[in-house]
Structure formats: C-alpha cells, structure tokens
C-alpha cells in the first residue's frame, strides 16, 4: 500500500510503501495510483477551507484512498471526503480525518504560534505563500508542526518558536525539501 502524507503542498507529500498499483477508472482506462494521489493532493490543496490550522494525508491502493489527518471544523472534513470521492480512478474512499475537539486554549495556542512562526523574519518566505507550508496542529495542548520547509536550521527554528507558549508537548514532525524530493523519486 503507499501511503502518501501531506507537506508543503500535499502534492510533495511523502510516506511511501510497497509497489504502485493500477486502478480501473470509470471508462475502462487505468490510472496508477501515484496519479490518483496527485489529483487528491491537488484537491485538498484548492479547498478553500483547507488552513494551516488543518492537517491531511491519504494513502492510495487499487484506486481506494484512505484519509487520514485532522481537521478543525466537522464540515471540512465531510467537504474534503466528497471532493476526493470524485476523483478519476477512485473507487472508493476511508474517511479517517478526525475533527479537533473545540477549546479556546487549543485556538489561543494556534494563532499565537502561527503568529511567532510566521512573524519571524526567516519565515516570511512561507508566509507569502497561497499555501503555508508549516501546519500547526493543536489537540488538548498538544502541538504538532507538520509540512516541509527548506533547511534543517529552519526546522528546528520552527520547533524553537512554537515552544514558547506552554503547551503540553511540541512534536516536530517537519519535513526538509530534501527529504521530500528523496520519497518523491521513490515513488515513482
């Protein structure tokens, strides 16, 4: 099974296993299941709910795509399963997004951490992006950064940044440009 998990852009994504298998789409035609994940990344991607605040990943396996991830409003994780449903070559879809319980600590957390991320001046080049790379995750006081950023250095100033304003636990699970290209060409 490949499992493919959101990054930069959830295109870039990464966590790859096994073998590419083929899907029978709708006109009789078949479709790798590394394209159908193209196309479920795109689409999260171009959801306009879809924040950093939000995060998503899919595996793919004989045109039947698992989601996986979390998600700050019941509503986008039902919008994200339909528009992944009609997808070319997709079967069927595992919808395991989890919504994130509502808590004022948990959103206080988030935006003074996204504001310290990307206030700072080394993340400004995120900032401007139609689509943050860094995802900040918050869950009971519990962060968790996800995506992809450039360096080493900046992963860890990210770690540094959201550390400040105590939280239970800060988990880095941040990706280099590097690591990414790696899984990237491993996959196809």
Known sequence: MKTFKTLSTFAAA?????N?????????????????FKDVATSVERYTQFTIFDDVSAGVKDGVVTLTGKVTMPYKRNDIEK?????NGVRSVRDEITVLPVSQFDDELRYRIA??????SNFWNYAIMP????HIVVEHGRVTLTGVVQSNVDRMLARSLATQFGAFSVT??????AEVRDALEKAE
Do not use: H, W
């Open 14 to 18: 990464v966590m790859l296993t096994a």
């Open 20 to 36: 590419v298998a083929v899907a029978q789409t709708a006109d009789g035609t078949e479709r790798k299941d590394f394209q159908i």
């Open 83 to 87: 528009r992944v449903a009609k997808i």
């Open 115 to 120: 504001g310290s991320i990307y206030n700072n």
């Open 131 to 134: 689509n943050p790379p860094i």
């Open 172 to 177: 880095n699970a941040l990706k280099t440009d």
